[in-house]
């Protein structure tokens, strides 16, 4: 085995400007690669992150509010919300679960009564501080504050565009009670925060002020659960030791099955496979073409070997032997080379104008900042795929050079 080693490097270093291209392509295309499959990861798992942070990993409701969900019956709410957040507390793997209410709203800006609906929100300090606000960015004002005296909200930045209103401006929110009522209410604008799609189409207030409105002095809507466990797994462990505990009286439904996903996730799932291989296949194809030309110019030094005696089935693996050792000095070359745009897109991220970002669908929650995701499985199949491609260049033309005579292929031009 020592030997064959010896012999393919040997043979590898013997014509260093052949062995340097192919090598170079093999590392461009692996740098290549895992730079557009860590994008493409980040992308599809950034849209996940930022939607459930904004409506939960898990989210719990009442099953009567889950059978209409549709009308968004407000009525069907959770009258007391404290005994069932401690109840869910004190479940193993469940650190953090949080009270919402939320409620369509007109906001208005001026005495006139308007038309520019928004999504409001109100719910715990806790979750604005340990959620929301370290992935948004609060371009204007502050932060809405528990103690300060009269209604305050802070406007998403599309909300605050399309009302054409500033920190410091008195808006109307109209909305209506569990009972259907209408309920308005003034409040100054302490604040717009921005930071996605969904973020940005949104009016948050006090927990307070959204039970006020809603007339449920001591509940929520939903509680939205966060798990220890974040992934996939995790999440469906979390929701199943949730339903046993809280009977049936509550819908436990985690992200991927609510009606946005449970639709869509498939979907994306496979665009995301359609993506990641076309890129994979871009890259095989460069490296199998360039390894199969340096290999096919080789066909009389594979004679030269077979008159020396040499079998066909040595002389396929000295070839094969060299191929993937230059596969595997390239590939490892190119993930090194990768892996540093592809951190830097992990935690830099490539950032959109909020022009771009008010044009995009508000139905996923789009980061402004899209950031890559780097991982190991990532690394080893880029390399893996650059030794596998510059392996199969090598084999096939090499046991088609085998099979000419020895004294036709030390004939051959190529």
Known sequence: MMSLLKLAARNALRNGRRTLLTAATVTIGTAFSVVTLSFISGLFNGMIEDWTDAFGPIRVVTT??????????????????????????????ISR??????????????????????????????YYAEILLPGSTLSKGAWLDPDAKGEQVVLGARVARDLGAKV????????????????????????????????????????DTARWMADIPDGAVELLVFPDDDSESGVAAAASELRASLGPDYAVTPWYDRDLWAQSKPILDAVQAIISLAVVFVMALAIFNT????????????????????????????????????????????????AIPAWYLQHRGMSFSQEVLDEMDGSFAMSATLHGDLSVDILLTAVGIGVLTAALGALFPAIRATRIAPFEAMRAQR
């Open 97 to 126: 679960a949080y009270p919402v209410i939320r409620s369509g709203v007109l906001v208005t800006l001026g005495e006139e009564l308007g038309e520019d609906p928004a999504l409001m929100v109100g719910s715990s300090p806790e």
């Open 291 to 338: 390894m199969t030309m340096s290999v096919l110019e080789r066909t009389g030094e594979i004679g030269v070997m077979r008159a020396m005696g040499q079998s066909r089935m040595g002389a396929v693996t000295s070839f094969l032997t060299e191929a993937v050792l230059i596969g595997m000095a390239g590939a490892l070359a190119g993930t090194a080379l990768g």
């Open 168 to 207: 410091g401006d008195e808006i109307l929110m109209m909305g209506s009670t569990q009972y259907g009522s209408m309920s308005p209410i003034s409040a100054d604008v302490v604040g717009i925060i921005s930071g996605s799609t969904t973020i940005d189409a949104q009016a948050f207030v006090t927990l």
């Open 64 to 93: 009567a509010f889950a059978e209409e969900e549709l009308l968004q019956p407000i009525y069907e709410n959770i009258p007391e919300a404290a005994p069932v957040l401690a109840s869910i507390g004190s479940l193993p793997g």
